[in-house]
């Protein structure tokens, strides 16, 4: 039910020619913006039907897609204050608080309405942001301005041509080529069609950044990903509105967190294909993942005489802990080896393995070579060879899809920093069976279901593995940056991607005296490389000159650049906000330094 406005606050004022009274118009915008999102609205087409036609001039407010929604000015004092409502509970429920929570596929009061827009650059989160507000839905907006349309034009609007979209989505019959920062080119309706560059790198806030006066150009993505304003907002709003520690409280904003946490559990367990959100569990990165299996796994089930198998591509992360493990057991670290392209030999580990094999741990993607490692023949030669077996996803999850079910894998690791999330969050995914038959690493809080001085009975996975309290803001940053993958598509990223890095490597080949590091025939999106007469760090300060940003040194990963004869390299690693433009760029500092 709508509360109209009183008449004496519209007293006074003149209908302008061809308009209603004002106290008519007063209680038809009274009705239209205290309705809520997915109920008709009584009386506005009426409205819209006297609307006049709307001045450039004058615009009070911008909808997606450019249009402007106005309100004669005679009027605006007869319209309903923007104050927040109080938003009324449906049938059978309690409630919602009068503080709306604005991310959805979240737990929370509130759920988004049938004529809800999937396809907005903010997803379900509109609807929220304008109920807030005490406005209608995105989607009730652009019925109205259709309305408007079809009740002005003399003749039928044409349909919209084969390929027009918002947003993101372009058809990549009519897109822009690489150089000009477009998507992919192609012919025909694409069933997964590119994403809009631009639009992509306007979500990007620090791609506006300038760099010793030039735009930045981030080519240090292995390193870390930069974050979209989704993520950015999504922390602000958890400190903002959402902040306590998580399961322990009754009160309201214990409730929030706690949902708001949950919530982003089951988005990486949907991400990764998981079967359940209890398969997931939150550490502070991919080194700290393998640290906890090999720490609680490892030394449950890794004895004198073990042998543990990783490759020659590895992380130090993913070699340390197993170089621990072997020490304290008395176990054996073997290594798979790679040919000259840097792909690993497959017919090599099928020897290292044997009845003594107890873990086999292997990356999916190498971050100092970019090559694409058959993990889901590795994981099954492992397991019929009684092993378990773990896959570091780090350098992956950005740039493929990844169903950790169809890999079946035991474990599963990977850090938020690398997929467009904050730092300091990071995911374990483990198979049920496993986790359940492996003891906690640390002790503390939460972890417990309880304790006495004697003993101590320990939670069900994933709580178990979670001790003390956790890095929550984080975790419900890294849920928004899958959102907001999703919502591009980690297929449309790839395939970016893969056109991006052939038009690198092309580019690359042109510098006299520049020799790739790893050329491996599937690869992600890395550049490996080293120039004739100068050091990597020289290359990467000269490229720092002019804003560009790229890694030299030996990215963690010493023994595979050892096994190519070099200490250190330049690596220039790419992300779907990267353009053929910025590669350029690259290219033309690089020819010369290569000239002197």
Known sequence: MTTPIPTSEVAGLTAPPGLPDVATLARLAGEFFNALPGTSVPGTTALAAFAPPVAASEPQGTIPGGAVLSVPEAYAAALPSMSTPSIPASAGQTPGPSSPYYFLGESSAYSLPPDADPTLPNGSHDFITAQAHGLPGSGQLTALLDQLARDRAPEPKAPAAPGDSHFYFIDPATSSDHRSGGGLAGTGRDPHPAFDMNAVRRDFPILSERVNGRPLIWFDN??????????????????EHENSNIHRAAHELAARATDAYEAARSKVARFLGASSPEEIIFVRGATEAINLVAQSWGRKNIGAGDEIIVSHLEHHANIVPWQQIATEKGAKLRVIPVDSTGQVLLGEYARLLNERTKMVAVTQVSNALGTVVPVQEIVAMAHRAGACALVDGAQSVSHMRVNVQALDADFFVFSGHKIFGPTGIGVVYGKRAVLADTPPWQGGGNMIADVTFERTLFQPPPSRFEAGTGNIADAVGLGAALDY??????????????????YATHGLQTVPGLHLIGCARDRASVLSFVLDGHEPT?????????????????????????RFGQEATVRASLAFYNTCAEIDTMVRVLQRL???
Do not use: M
Request: glycine letters at 8%; a positive charge; hydrophobic letters at 40%.
């Open 594 to 596: 290569a000239a002197g």
């Open 538 to 562: 020289a290359v990467g300060k000269a490229l720092n000159q002019e804003g560009i940003a790229v890694r030299s040194g030996h990215h963690c990963a010493q023994p595979i650049l050892r």
């Open 485 to 502: 993958v999703e919502r591009i598509g980690i297929e449309n990223i790839a395939r970016y991607e893969h056109d991006l890095l052939a």
């Open 222 to 239: 292995a390193a870390t990903t930069q974050k979209p304003r989704a993520v950015i907002d999504r922390l602000s709003y958890f400190y």
